[in-house]
């Protein structure tokens, strides 16, 4: 595919190279993916541009949530922390955002950009999504934007999503998932390096949800990453070292079995006596 053809792509970097980005490269492809999400503009308006340069995740998860004032929200890999203050515009002074990630750079870049924003109740903690610093039915939201993706153990991470959320509260993920891929990609490919966790199928996504205790669950919104997308992909996961196949090699293969999609969910409400069932028919409204 043409780069030039694909709207708002600014030309193909040198991808296909062998190595790690260096950091010019990298600071242009975080740009390349960060613009992929598709961020309204107007919402990054005011905020660090540390945060907004470092956005590499694969949707906009605040944007599809219905957060509400006052409310707790979990952000799971929240990297430099884009999404963590626009969900702490949304929820206001009376609520609160938490981050997790496993990274320590990404911690530090968070707390900085946190800091710069002037938003108070937010905070990141570093720890991985398999295992949440977090209190059980704690929760309103979960969100997570390509971090639950990343994550080696994705039964384990749902079934921590389910542990932390309140009765009746909600998920929405933006994440990436991959079917029909060749053969020797599972085996070699970027899809399973060590760093990048095992990218795994809609369906399963949707089963392992399932699997945790999570009900109402629904996706949609899928974008198919064009060819030089997927290149900027793998090359910003640090994936193509020590691959049979570079880059370019993959993303050539992999083409339309890539794509990002968001999942909606929600922890079902105990219901134990009646006064719950009228809360469980309040929250169905909502
Ligand atoms: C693709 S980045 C997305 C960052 C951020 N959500 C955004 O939209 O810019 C994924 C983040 O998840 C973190 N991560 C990957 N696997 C993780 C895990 N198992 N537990 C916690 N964080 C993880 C990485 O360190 C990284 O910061």
Same mark, same amino acid.
């Given at each position: 595919?043409?780069?030039?053809?694909?709207?708002?792509?600014?030309?193909?970097?040198?991808?296909?190279?062998?190595?790690?980005?260096?950091?010019?490269?990298?600071?242009?492809?975080?740009?390349?993916?960060?613009?992929?999400?598709?961020?309204?503009?107007?919402?990054?308006?005011?905020?660090?541009?540390?945060?907004?340069?470092?956005?590499?995740?694969?949707?906009?998860?605040?944007?599809?949530?219905?957060?509400?004032?006052?409310?707790?929200?979990?952000?799971?890999?929240?990297?430099?922390?884009?999404?963590?203050?626009?969900?702490?515009?949304?929820?206001?002074?009376?609520?609160?955002?938490?981050?997790?990630?496993?990274?320590?750079?990404? %911690?530090?870049?968070?707390?900085?950009?946190?800091? &710069?924003?002037?938003?108070?109740?937010?905070? +990141? #903690?570093? *720890?991985? !999504?398999?295992?949440?610093?977090?209190?059980?039915?704690?929760?309103?939201?979960?969100?997570?934007?390509?971090?639950?993706?990343?994550?080696?153990?994705?039964?384990?991470?749902?079934?921590?999503?389910?542990?932390?959320?309140?009765?009746?509260?909600?998920?929405?993920?933006?994440?990436?998932?991959?079917?029909?891929?060749?053969?020797?990609?599972?085996?070699?490919?970027?899809?399973?390096?060590?760093?990048?966790?095992?990218?795994?199928?809609?369906?399963?996504?949707?089963?392992?949800?399932?699997?945790?205790?999570?009900?109402? %669950?629904?996706?949609?919104?899928?974008?198919?990453? &064009?060819?030089?997308?997927?290149?900027?992909? +793998? #090359?910003? *996961?640090? !994936?193509?070292?020590?691959?049979?196949?570079?880059?370019?090699?993959?993303?050539?293969?992999?083409?339309?079995?890539?794509?990002?999609?968001?999942?909606?969910?929600?922890?079902?409400?105990?219901?134990?006596?009646?006064?719950?069932?009228?809360?469980?028919?309040?929250?169905?409204?909502?």
């Amino acid at each position: 595919m043409d780069p030039d053809s694909t709207p708002g792509w600014p030309g193909e970097p040198d991808v296909a190279a062998a190595g790690r980005p260096n950091r010019c490269e990298r600071s242009m492809l975080e740009s390349l993916v960060g613009m992929l999400a598709g961020y309204d503009p107007e919402d990054l308006v005011g905020l660090p541009t540390d945060a907004v340069k470092g956005a590499s995740g694969c949707g906009t998860p605040v944007a599809f949530s219905d957060l509400l004032q006052g409310e707790v929200v979990l952000d799971l890999g929240s990297g430099a922390g884009l999404d963590l203050l626009l969900a702490a515009r949304k929820v206001g002074p009376t609520g609160t955002v938490i981050g997790v990630d496993q990274d320590e750079i990404s %911690i530090d870049r968070a707390r900085s950009n946190i800091a &710069a924003s002037g938003f108070d109740k937010v905070e +990141v #903690r570093r *720890a991985s !999504c398999q295992d949440l610093p977090i209190a059980d039915r704690s929760v309103d939201w979960v969100i997570s934007n390509r971090g639950v993706s990343l994550s080696v153990n994705k039964a384990q991470a749902f079934a921590e999503i389910h542990r932390v959320l309140k009765p009746g509260g909600r998920v929405c993920l933006a994440d990436i998932v991959a079917e029909g891929l060749p053969e020797w990609m599972p085996t070699c490919g970027p899809m399973v390096a060590p760093s990048c966790g095992v990218v795994i199928s809609e369906q399963a996504y949707v089963s392992g949800l399932a699997a945790a205790g999570l009900a109402d %669950i629904r996706h949609g919104g899928r974008y198919v990453f &064009a060819e030089p997308e997927l290149t900027a992909l +793998v #090359r910003l *996961a640090g !994936c193509a070292d020590g691959l049979t196949h570079s880059a370019a090699d993959f993303a050539r293969e992999a083409v339309g079995g890539v794509w990002s999609v968001y999942f909606f969910a929600r922890k079902p409400l105990e219901i134990h006596q009646e006064g719950d069932m009228q809360d469980k028919k309040k929250e169905d409204s909502r």
